[in-house]
């Protein structure tokens, strides 16, 4: 299948912003979605882009959609120490239903 | 709302044994994914389920795996005989018909093939 590549590790003090990458290669990608997933738990839905949409603000998260260069970024203001987890990056086609995603890009941010 | 419930959250058992892990959608959703998740290669989708019926079984690994969903409101993966490679957590997802719609996970279950 086509790949989403996102980098495996980031690490921030608390209060910095966040800002984590994502590359995805299928131009049919429609959909767009960063999930959260925190030890032991399931993947918890962050926020959703679709292709039509350069940026996607909630609260203090802030998506960028560039998909002249397949390039999603996920950015976290004012991060706290309850944002470090892992964070998957995923896309769909509009004729597809099943999500392709990254292998996450685990957060860890420092006092 | 409830959300994707999983059972059991932990299951450990000997290789050679019969493993069977639960699901039950979120109601109303259309849609049924079973997912495997391991560090060496992170999420896998096994299958997924459209009104009950298995749509894409390619992810499934071997003739060992198999999923049913017998109503909207529950599915089984069963794997017989368990192998110690199979050890992961296994999450089932849920969505509704619009092709938007994102995935809703449940909590996983973790599997340990001793």
């Known amino acids: 299948g086509e790949d989403v590549e996102q980098s495996l590790f980031l690490s921030v003090r608390e209060g910095d912003s966040s800002v984590i990458n994502c590359t995805y290669t299928?131009?049919?990608?429609?959909?767009l979605y960063w999930y959260k997933q925190e030890p032991g738990a399931g993947l918890q839905l962050l926020t959703y882009?679709?292709?039509?949409?350069d940026m996607k603000q909630d609260q203090r998260l802030t998506v960028l959609l560039n998909k002249k260069d397949k390039h999603l970024s996920l950015r976290i203001a004012d991060t706290q120490t309850g944002d470090s987890a892992i964070y998957f990056c995923?896309?769909?086609?509009?004729?597809?239903?099943?999500?392709?995603f990254g292998k996450g890009t685990s957060l860890l941010v420092t006092p | 709302d409830a959300g994707v419930i999983q059972s059991p959250r932990h299951e450990v058992t000997e290789m050679g044994q019969e493993v069977t892990l639960r699901c039950k959608p979120i109601?109303?959703?259309?849609?049924l994914f079973w997912y495997r998740q391991t560090m060496m290669r992170g999420l896998e989708l096994l299958i997924y389920?459209?009104?009950?019926?298995?749509?894409?079984d390619s992810g499934m690994p071997e003739d060992r795996f198999s999923a049913k969903m017998p109503n909207a409101s529950f599915s089984t993966l069963k794997i017989q005989p368990s192998e110690p490679r199979d050890s992961a957590v296994y999450f089932c997802?849920?969505?509704?018909?619009?092709?938007?719609?994102?995935?809703?996970f449940g909590d996983g279950t973790r599997l340990s093939i001793l």
């Open positions: 997802a849920s969505s509704s018909e619009q092709g938007w719609q994102p995935q809703h």
């Open positions: 299928d131009s049919s990608s429609t959909y």
């Open positions: 882009i679709f292709s039509n949409m």
């Open positions: 995923a896309e769909k086609e509009d004729s597809g239903y099943a999500l392709n």
């Open positions: 109601s109303g959703h259309d849609y």
């Open positions: 389920f459209n009104n009950n019926v298995p749509i894409d």
